[in-house]
T-cell receptor, first 115, second 116 residues
């Protein structure tokens, strides 16, 4: 079974530029999550999708971050404009359903460096 | 808001020995789930073990077991017969399930090094 795919793996941009990350979840997984992991910290949930609808985006900085999952499969996370403090690893995860007994499977992440 | 605290930033254990990683959490919820995740140097997070708060029996998965003390809000991970492949960051996490939202709150992690 293929895992969660993410691209790119690395991205370096200058502050005030925009950037987009892509995630392809495990086939059949209805729930998709985006996490931000700053160096030295645990991942922090940014947004959770159930199919193509947003379930929780309470920790998403909506003035600069946006995310979509138009067809309920792939998802894109965008930052515009980027700030220095956005430097982090952005992890995508998916699960069959949004229940605690459904394991969240994580992708390899995208490491973003903002200069 | 829930908080998860891992007070051991780094730990080291020799191969074949046993090591225990500590985790405490703070919540006013009565129904919740606790997890340990492993993040090897390749960065892909993997679920190690899951514990439902309403179950008194401690969860076990092969060489991995937990000591869940609900009253003390403590959730430690014991790794027996440590192997070189256990070298990784270990994150303790809390989940409160509300309808369709399953938000994981992670601790800051413990870096475990298994040595020969």
């Amino acid at each position: 079974e293929a895992g969660v795919a993410q691209s790119p793996r690395y991205k370096i941009i200058e502050k005030r530029q925009s950037v987009a990350f892509w995630c392809n979840p495990i086939s059949g997984h209805a729930t998709l999550y985006w996490y931000q992991q700053i160096l030295g910290q645990g991942p922090k949930l940014l947004i959770q999708f159930q199919n193509n609808g947003v379930v929780d985006d309470s920790q998403l900085p909506k003035d600069r971050f946006s995310a979509e999952r138009l067809k309920g499969v792939d998802s894109t996370l965008k930052i515009q404009p980027a700030k220095l403090e956005d430097s982090a690893v952005y992890l995508c995860a998916s699960s069959l359903d949004p229940f605690p007994t459904d394991t969240q499977y994580f992708g390899p992440g995208t490491r973003l460096t903002v200069l | 808001a829930q908080t998860v605290t891992q007070s051991q930033p780094e730990m080291s254990v020799q191969e074949a020995e046993t090591v225990t990683l500590s985790c405490t959490y703070d919540t006013s919820e009565s129904n919740y789930y606790l997890f340990w995740y492993k993040q090897p140097p390749s960065r892909q997070m993997i679920l190690v073990i899951r514990q439902e708060a309403y179950k008194q029996q401690n969860a076990t998965e092969n060489r991995f077991s937990v000591n869940f003390q609900k009253a003390a809000k403590s959730f430690s991970l014991k790794i027996s017969d440590s192997q070189l492949g256990d070298t990784a960051m270990y994150f303790c996490a809390f989940m409160r399930h509300t309808g369709t939202a399953s938000k994981l709150t992670f601790g800051t992690g413990t870096r475990l090094q298994v040595t020969l």
